[in-house]
């Protein structure tokens, strides 16, 4: 279910962290539309955010965008577009060089629905699980997660096919990365914030959530909010 860019933002994410330079009180980057294609789209138009404050920016025709005065520290940005589910994706600021956010196509959440024979309603928000590693190592398969909050049951991906399950089916990068996700989805925004918590695939992994220890992940309306879990082998 995913594009070159978001596949790129996985890796990046990763060392978020550790890609931070001097103070950067700019954020700059680029959306794209989180779908199936040859080569990734950017998209124009949508409202990019830094959660909790009134900082924002909409980008332009290439779907560029540049936030002034992003707070250091772990900050959520959060996407909102018509026609589109927003997401909600944490970094580490300051950042080197751009970022990647995403948008999903109401399309595209359509099919979701049609293959998954559920409703997925746009008056509540949504959590994506995101599993990965070092290249070669990651999920292996098997992993599980939970949220704080009410939700209709987890599915998990087949390369870009939603599948009714609650662990974790795997896909392979070029790289040799393997990565892996768990939605939940009717997650009521009166919630106002989450907290997810993952497991790895008994005697072959171990994940953690991949942010500060108890963070709190954000809840929009007809957004997904995106947690990071890293995976490596049991020792």
């Known amino acids: ?80 577009a018509t026609g589109y589910w ?20 109401d399309g595209e959440i359509a099919r979701w629905e049609t293959e998954l024979g559920r409703s997925i309603p746009a008056t509540d928000g949504a959590v994506d699980i995101l599993y990965y590693g070092r290249p070669g190592e990651g999920p292996v398969g098997g992993e599980t997660g939970a949220i704080s909050a009410s939700s209709d049951d987890e599915f998990t991906f087949d390369v870009w096919t939603p599948v009714d399950q609650t662990s974790v089916i795997v896909a392979t990068l070029q790289d040799g990365s393997k990565f892996g996700e768990l939605v939940f989805t009717s997650v009521d925004p009166a919630n106002e914030t989450i907290t997810a918590t993952v497991t790895g695939a008994p005697g072959e992994t171990r994940c953690l959530v ?17 947690v990071y879990a890293w995976c490596e082998p049991v020792q």
């Open 1 to 80: 279910m995913r594009t070159h860019s978001k596949l790129l933002g996985i890796v990046l994410c990763a060392l978020a962290a550790a890609a931070c330079g001097d103070d950067a009180p700019m954020v700059t980057g680029v959306v794209y539309s989180w779908e199936e294609s040859a080569a990734p789209i950017t998209v124009a138009g949508v409202t990019v955010g830094v959660f909790g404050t009134d900082i924002s920016d909409t980008t332009d025709a290439n779907g560029r965008f540049a936030l002034q005065n992003v707070p250091s520290g772990d900050v959520f940005f959060t996407t909102e």
């Open 210 to 226: 991949d942010e500060t220890p108890g963070t709190e992940y954000p809840i929009i309306a007809k957004s997904l909010t995106i």
């Open 86 to 105: 927003g997401l909600v994706d944490y970094w580490v600021v300051p950042v080197v060089g751009d970022i990647s956010l995403n948008v999903i196509r």
